[in-house]
Nanobody
Framework: VHLVESGGGSVEAGGSLRLSCTTS????????MAWFRQAPGKERERVAS???????YYSASVKGRFTISRDYTKNTLYFQMNSLKPEDTAMYYC??????????????????WGQGTQVTVSS
């Protein structure tokens, strides 16, 4: 199973980016997938996830600004990030559970990870 992220970059505050995570070799049906981020010196945190039956979670820090979605036909998870702030600067990772359809906030519950894509927001 491979997860490959793309779409990171550097933007000014208030700008937008869209991250993509394309999966291959992944046969789980309607699994939990998530976006985590990790800033220097901080723990990896879940910022959004999408579970079975399209149950979606957003952390308080991104709710209303970011949107998670997935396209089953393209095996791709998306993360639209609008109104970016300097505090959104981090390495962003997509993650997937091997067989679990429901999501948790704990990185150790996720079996597959992408390589990460850097998002840098300047003020």
């Amino acid at each position: 199973v491979h997860l490959v992220e793309s779409g990171g970059g550097s933007v000014e505050a208030g700008g937008s980016l869209r991250l993509s995570c394309t999966t291959s070799g992944y046969t789980a049906s309607d699994p939990c997938m998530a976006w985590f981020r990790q800033a220097p010196g901080k723990e990896r945190e879940r910022v959004a996830s999408i579970a079975a039956e399209n149950r979606i979670y957003y952390s308080a820090s991104v709710k209303g600004r970011f949107t998670i979605s997935r396209d089953y036909t393209k095996n791709t998870l998306y993360f639209q990030m609008n109104s970016l702030k300097p505090e959104d600067t981090a390495m962003y990772y997509c993650a997937a559970r091997g067989s679990g359809r429901w999501c948790t906030p704990y990185p150790q519950d996720f079996d597959y990870w992408g390589q990460g894509t850097q998002v840098t927001v300047s003020s």
